[in-house]
């Protein structure tokens, strides 16, 4: 079974308004998922934040959830950080964690109460009506409109998030650094233009590489940059949809 652009079919879901599909092209494989009511999406935090993350399914396991990708980075001197120090600020079911990037590049998705997500700038003030946020960098997709990124060019895995003109929330994940299997990753661009075929109005780029992983129901499916993660990095929170 494949989309009207051509993608295979991965899962249907109608129990859960959940459609999965295979995103691919040159040097690229990922999947996508197209969750269908916003209403059920949330960012939850891990159990163990401040001291270690955890894995995104077990943090959607915590919740109810029968779909999950990593949300905000984490600071990770070294590359061996374990998930448990939020990098910049969060929100999750109206409860404000971690500071501000104050960087300008750095923008902010903010997921409020009529069940629609925001795209501002990190230092700006968070909406009143915000229930649940991240943090990073860049914006891909801002009310429609592509944003050309000029630095986030490198072929690497990538995760992203955005919803489409019909309220769909858009969870994308793309392979990478498995050079022997012909898959490398991809650029933020690439991931916009992925995004824009199913008619995505705000997206934004989210903590890549071995972070890089979608959940669903109880598997992993997709592959880990880094083999010895099969799973993924432990994380501060992810975004969770429920069933």
């Keep these: 079974i494949q ?4 993608e295979q079919v991965l899962a249907i879901d109608a129990v859960n308004e959940i459609l999965i599909v295979r995103e691919s092209g040159s040097g690229y494989r990922g999947v996508l998922a197209i969750a269908k009511d916003p209403s059920r999406l949330s960012v939850e935090m891990a159990s163990s934040l401040g001291s270690y993350g955890q894995l995104s399914g077990d943090i959607a396991s915590q919740h109810n959830g029968v779909l999950a990708m990593n949300a905000s980075g984490f600071l990770d001197p070294g590359g061996n950080g374990n998930g448990g120090l939020l990098a910049g600020y969060a929100m999750s079911n109206g409860v404000a964690y971690g500071e501000h990037f104050g960087a300008w590049a750095y923008k902010r998705i903010e997921l409020h109460s009529d ?3 925001y795209i501002k700038d990190a230092n700006s ?4 009506d915000c229930t649940d946020a991240v943090e990073f960098q860049p914006a891909m997709i801002i009310d429609g409109e592509k944003v050309v990124d000029y630095a ?8 992203c998030i955005g919803q489409s003109d019909k309220y769909e929330i858009l969870m994308l994940a793309i392979e990478g650094r498995m ?16 995004l824009l075929q199913h008619h ?5 780029n989210l903590d ?9 129901k109880g598997k992993y499916i997709m ?3 880094n083999p010895a993660l099969t799973a993924g990095r432990t994380l501060p929170n992810a975004f969770v949809y429920t069933g």
């Design 125 to 128: 003030s968070v909406s009143d």
């Design 208 to 216: 890549g590489g071995a972070s890089a992983m979608i959940w669903y």
């Design 152 to 159: 986030w060019t490198g072929t690497q895995p990538r995760a």
């Design 115 to 117: 069940n629609l997500f």
């Design 223 to 225: 592959r880990s940059s």
């Design 179 to 194: 050079p022997l299997d012909g898959i490398i990753g991809t650029d933020v661009n690439t991931c916009s233009d992925i």
């Design 3 to 6: 989309t009207t652009m051509g």
């Design 200 to 204: 995505c109005m705000q997206a934004m």
